[in-house]
């Protein structure tokens, strides 16, 4: 309980994996289709109304997809926490121009940084294997610091 509790791919196996990669490929499709429309669904909700928008059923779409995926990760996972916290930050600072690009390089910026973790945890302190959210959480909390101390708009 432990492990899961602060997050490790410890007790990850291929099969999961498999499941969790077809709902990834079910669910980020039509994410990808609806971005024209998050762009729209961040203003106020009147404006994005005199847009054209219909604002309650975007967020139903942002609510239903997003429950999706983050319930699959932490079934796989545990709780990694940071990591949503970190990687936007990360992509929007190294990657200019479209939503969808910033949407495709936190998603990788947020995998690439669990691997990592893994993979420090599991390497570092032999025989005894740290789990990854430990060193997720080490990372993020100075950094999430560095967020508010140093961005005047969050």
Do not use: C
């Amino acid at each position: 309980a432990y492990t899961w509790l602060v997050g490790s791919l410890y007790g990850a196996t291929f099969k999961d994996t498999i499941i969790l990669g077809m709902v990834i490929l079910a669910v980020v499709p039509l994410l990808f289709l609806v971005i024209p429309k998050m762009k729209i669904s961040i203003l106020d909700d009147p404006v994005a109304i005199g847009l054209g928008l219909h604002v309650q059923r975007m967020k139903l779409i942002q609510l239903i997809t997003s429950t999706i995926l983050v319930s699959m990760a932490i079934s796989l996972v545990g709780n990694i926490g940071f990591v949503g916290l970190i990687a936007p930050h990360i992509a929007k600072t190294i990657v200019r121009g479209s939503y969808a690009k910033k949407l495709l390089m936190s998603a990788m910026i947020g995998a690439i940084s669990i691997v990592i973790a893994d993979l420090i945890g599991r390497t570092l302190f032999l025989p005894k294997e740290v789990p990854a959210g430990v060193f997720i959480a080490a990372f993020g909390a100075p950094f999430f610091i560095y967020l508010l101390l140093t961005v005047k708009k969050l």
